[in-house]
């Protein structure tokens, strides 16, 4: 197990059996607490037991780190929506919607990051590693928007939910949801489960669906 270290960040685990885990977890809390631009790759370094050079063994650079950091985030955002993404519309879209606001704390860390930093997966990189992490996390990123759209427009075909631009009205939702991550802390005065009760039914009625 992990300990925290007396910044509160996780303390360097003695005999780790997986260091590239380590890393990107270590690196996950630095990026969502102090900012990507902000950190130093020497620090992630010295929290994990690592001089500085010895990081290279397992990234090419702190670009393919984040890249990295954001093909977890975006994989597991979308197992959740398909995981909650079942049945009728007036089912499926509210139990997506609030499912999306269960998060750990290390989680929430990570959705910051995503959210900070997505705009970064659109700009080529001239290293092979980090351009085949940018590749595959600027792809996830598309595939876990189509899903969203598709799921609107089912409910627009269906009906249920005003007929609209399905791709302003993606935005729209998404908009307003990743805008949590940019003020959200797990230590800050409101929990997760306070947040979602104030968001679902707003995200909801943008859509068209009443709570």
Same mark, same amino acid.
């Given at each position: ?7 509160? #960040?996780?303390?360097?685990?003695? +005999?780790? =059996?997986?260091? !590239?885990?380590?890393? /990107?977890? %270590? $690196? ?69 919607? #609030?499912?999306?606001?269960?998060? +750990?704390? =290390?989680?929430? !860390?990570?959705?910051? /990051?995503? %959210? $900070? ?87 909801? $009625? ?6």
């Amino acid at each position: 197990m992990s300990g925290r270290g007396e910044d509160g #960040r996780t303390a360097p685990r003695l +005999s780790p =059996r997986n260091k !590239r885990a380590e890393i /990107v977890a %270590v $690196a996950t809390e630095y990026f969502g607490e102090t900012g990507y631009e902000d950190t130093r790759w020497a620090d992630v370094a010295t929290a994990v037991g690592l001089g500085p050079t010895a990081l290279y063994h397992y990234f090419e650079s702190k670009q393919q780190c984040l890249f990295e950091i954001l093909v977890e985030g975006v994989e597991d955002a979308l197992a959740e929506f398909l995981r909650h993404n079942q049945g009728e519309f007036a089912e499926a879209f509210p139990a997506v919607v #609030r499912g999306s606001f269960e998060r +750990s704390d =290390r989680e929430a !860390r990570r959705a910051r /990051v995503l %959210v $900070a930093e997505q705009g970064l997966v659109r700009h080529p990189r001239p290293a092979p590693r980090e351009e085949n992490a940018r590749v595959l996390a600027f792809s996830l990123i598309k595939k876990y928007e189509a899903g969203w759209r598709d799921l609107l427009a089912a409910g627009m075909s269906a009906g249920v939910i005003p007929t609209a631009d399905p791709d302003l009205l993606t935005r729209a939702v998404i908009g307003t949801y990743n805008s949590v991550w940019a003020w959200y802390r797990p230590e800050g005065r409101l929990g997760l489960d306070e947040v979602a009760d104030f968001y679902v039914p707003r995200l909801l $009625a943008i859509a068209g669906l009443p709570e």
